[in-house]
Structures are given as structure tokens and as C-alpha cells.
């Protein structure tokens, strides 16, 4: 009989992998020293690293806190370092830190004389209530928009917010927004119980001429008639008291919310077979993308007036609000164009076997999956137009560099530049870095890539 017993019969105990090829140090080998070539811009760039670091910390955390002045704050480096280079002056941000969030923006605005006969508005107003109760009201707004796992009865909160967000800002009749907002339940009323009476193109005619002649003509007598028998507001904040931080947002949360269905129904006609309504829709792309924000932002500012009838008074704010607006909108046109260029013939083939009509086969099929491609896109549409904000400075608001600008001309702080726009750098880095994040997380939980 044949001997076997050089055959193992039992399976050998794992053995745990080399210390040097798992963990914190296998990382280090894979990524950082897995050849000489590597090893040396790893050196290279620890060592620049190291260069940067060694001259920003010192600067930014052996720093003034407190002084009135850049004289001020230099007297005080000497003293306690012996010289002033090299150390950062960040009583600038502790002496005007709220100006450069909230502009001219009145911390206590006093409601009503009927609601404080008596008592000043800072024994029960918190400071700078209504704008920080907006962007609270925001997020709010955004969260299940963004996030699908909340519960859906909070979008009640994101369909009013459009309308409360300018009369929390600005402020007026409570009846204003409340008129504008019932326009749109008559253009939507219309739509949905006009169709099988009309057919569709007729009830959208009549829907929106409806909501025109309701906005235009009905909703100023209504707002005051209500307010008569109802006086319920808030005091009004003018435009020029907008600034800061607070102006920044504003501008680039009307511009980001108002953008993409603007661009998603442009995208859409720019792919029409009807020649008008595509050619007006590359006319529009076209034209706005090919001249610069700033152009459009000075026709806001001085030439929009000249095509207005006289005695207009159209706030400038909202005239660049426009005008960022449908600056956005044609590239986010552009974006979305691409995602459905990208989408395969054979989808909407299926489309129409299933006998879907246009729009139903755009909401269920076509448009879900060319937004899920033109997420980086549109997120870095909206990051780029949220910085492009600070161009309205060139136009006279006071957005953070404009007031910026205002604080170093002032005698106080006169030389003073580093640490104001590195201020300025690190709030528009937080939302532009938390928006690119959110844009990632999308991605991974949609499977946009391809595997």
C-alpha cells in the first residue's frame, strides 16, 4: 500500500499579513514611498508643506485680538514680540466682524408702534433676528429637498419659503407675499382644472394670463385692503441697508434655486423640433453666455433703468438678482444639455413603447437620469456663481469685499489687508466647500459613476 502521509490532511492557521504592508504604515509604502521617484516628491513636498506652515501658524495664532486701530495692534506686536512681521491683526475682525456678515443691516428693527408702545426694541428683540432666522428657515427649507429620508410634510416649509424669505428681509405687509403666493395657486388651479375643458397649451394660456392679471392689477388693492382691516407686518429695511456676508447669500441662494428649472426648461427647448422656441432658446444660451457677469450686472445697475418707464422704482437688488439669475441659468442650460446628449437613443425608445407622452417620459425616464449625470456640473455651476457674487461690489452694494474696500479706506484700519479677506475667504470656502461635499455624497448614493 502507497504511503501518503507527506499530504497535509489539516488546513495551516491564517497567519496575520506584515506589519509593514497593512495599516497606517502599508498606506504610507503603497502611497507615498512605493518607489524612489515618489519617495522624493513626497520629501519635497513635506518639506514645502513644512515651509507654509512654519510661516502661517505663527502668523495667524500669535495674533492681536483687541485694539481700535492697525497703529494700535502694532504697538501691542512690538511689545510683546518685538516686531510687527509676521503676526496677525485680528482685532479688524473682533471690531467689525458683524458688519462684514450683516452690512448696515439694523440689528433691532422696531416692529410696529401698536406692538411696542413703551418698551425699546432691544429689551425684547434679539439681535438680527429676521436675517438669522432666515437662514435658519433655509436650511429648513433645503434639508428635504436635499435629503429624502426626512419626512415629506416638511416641504410644506420649502414651498413657503420663497415667500417668506423677502418679507422676513425686507420686511412691509404680511398680505403682499400672502397675494403673490395665492397667484400661483390660481396659475396651478387653472392648469389642473382647465385641461379638460381647453386641452393643455389652452389652460397654460389661460393659467398664467390669470396669474398676470391677478399679480399686475388685483394683488396691490387686495395686500391693502387686507392690511386695513388686518394690520400685520414688519418694518420695512431698505435695499442700502443690505450688505455684508448676509447680501452674498441672498443673492446666491435666489440665483442657485431659481436657476436650475430655468435651465432644466431652456435645456429642454434648445432639444425642441419646434424651430421658434428652439431658436430663442440658443439665441438666449448664446447671448448670455457669451458676454461676461459683469456686463450683465452694469446693465442691472444703470442701463436696465433706461428701458423702464419713468418713475419705476425697481430695486437694484432684485435687478441683480435677475441678472445672476439667467447668467446661471444659460450655463446650467448648457450642463444639462450634455446629460441628455449622454443618455443612450435606446431610452427614449422605451419611453415612447411604454406610450408615455413628451412630459411623461422627461419626469420619469429622460430627465432623472440626465440630472443624475450633470451633478458635478450643475454643483460647480452653483459654486461658481455663488463666488461671483463679490463682483456686485464693482456696482456700488457692499458685499463683503465692497465693504471690505470701506473698512481699509477707513483711518483706523487703513493698510490693513490679509486678515479681512482671509475672513472673507474662509465663508465663502465653508458653503462652497459644503456644497461640493453634498455634490459627492449625491453621487456615491445615486451610483452616477459608471462600475
Not at 60 to 78: H, K, P, Y
Not at 119 to 128: D, N
Not at 278 to 288: A, D, P, Q, R, Y
Request: charge should be negative.
Amino acid at each position: 500500500m502507497t504511503d501518503h502521509s507527506y499530504v497535509r490532511t489539516e488546513m495551516l492557521p491564517e497567519k496575520a499579513p506584515p506589519a509593514s504592508e497593512v495599516g497606517v504604515i502599508g498606506w504610507i509604502r503603497e502611497n507615498l514611498f512605493s518607489g524612489w521617484f515618489n519617495s522624493i516628491l513626497t520629501i519635497l513636498s513635506l518639506a514645502f508643506i513644512y515651509y507654509i506652515l512654519s510661516a502661517l501658524i505663527p502668523w495667524t495664532f500669535q495674533s492681536v485680538w483687541n485694539a481700535g486701530s492697525l497703529d494700535e495692534c502694532r504697538e501691542i506686536m512690538r511689545e510683546t514680540w518685538g516686531e510687527t512681521h509676521g503676526h496677525a491683526c485680528w482685532a479688524v475682525i473682533n471690531d467689525r466682524w458683524l458688519q462684514l456678515l450683516y452690512g448696515f443691516y439694523p440689528p433691532y428693527p422696531a416692529y410696529p408702534d401698536a406692538t411696542v408702545a413703551d418698551a425699546p426694541a432691544e429689551a425684547w428683540l434679539p439681535a438680527y433676528f429676521r436675517p438669522n432666522l432666515t437662514l435658519i428657515l433655509l436650511f429648513v427649507a433645503l434639508a428635504p429637498v436635499l435629503f429624502g429620508h426626512l419626512p415629506r410634510h416638511l416641504l410644506i416649509v420649502s414651498a413657503i419659503y420663497p415667500f417668506l424669505m423677502p418679507w422676513l428681509l425686507w420686511g412691509g405687509s404680511v398680505w403682499v407675499p400672502v397675494t403673490i403666493a395665492f397667484g400661483f395657486v390660481i396659475l396651478f388651479g387653472v392648469i389642473k382644472y382647465g385641461q379638460a375643458v381647453m386641452g393643455t397649451l389652452a389652460a397654460i394660456i389661460a393659467a398664467v394670463g390669470a396669474a398676470l392679471v391677478w399679480w399686475l392689477v388685483l394683488s396691490g388693492p387686495v395686500a391693502d385692503g387686507l392690511y386695513a382691516v388686518m394690520p400685520v407686518g414688519l418694518p420695512t429695511v431698505e435695499s442700502r441697508e443690505f450688505g455684508g456676508f448676509m447680501l452674498a447669500v441672498l443673492l446666491g441662494v435666489v440665483a442657485i434655486g431659481l436657476s436650475l428649472p430655468i435651465g432644466i426648461v431652456l435645456a429642454l427647448g434648445r432639444q425642441s423640433d419646434l424651430f421658434i422656441i428652439k431658436s430663442l432658446c440658443v439665441g438666449f444660451i448664446e447671448t448670455i453666455r457669451g458676454v461676461p457677469l459683469i456686463t450683465l450686472l452694469f446693465v442691472a445697475s444703470v442701463l436696465l433703468n433706461y428701458f423702464l418707464p419713468p418713475g419705476t422704482d425697481f430695486d437694484i437688488i432684485v435687478r441683480v438678482m435677475i441678472m445672476v439669475t439667467i447668467f446661471a441659468s444659460a450655463y446650467n442650460a448648457e450642463v444639462i444639455r450634455g446629460g441628455l446628449a449622454a443618455l443612450p437613443k435606446g431610452q427614449y425608445e422605451g419611453a415612447d413603447s411604454l406610450g408615455l407622452n413628451y412630459w411623461q417620459a422627461q419626469r420619469l425616464i429622460i430627465m432623472p437620469q440626465a440630472l443624475k449625470i450633470s451633478i458635478p456640473g450643475i454643483v460647480s455651476t452653483f459654486i461658481g456663481v455663488f463666488k461671483d457674487t463679490t463682483l456686485v461690489s464693482i456696482i456700488g452694494l457692499l458685499d463683503p469685499i465692497g465693504l471690505s474696500q470701506g473698512i481699509r479706506a477707513n483711518q483706523e484700519w487703513n493698510g490693513i489687508y490679509w486678515e479681512l479677506f482671509a475672513f472673507i475667504a474662509l465663508l465663502f470656502f465653508i458653503f462652497c466647500f459644503g456644497m461640493s461635499r453634498y455634490s459627492m455624497w449625491l453621487e456615491r448614493k445615486l451610483q452616477t459613476g459608471h462600475r
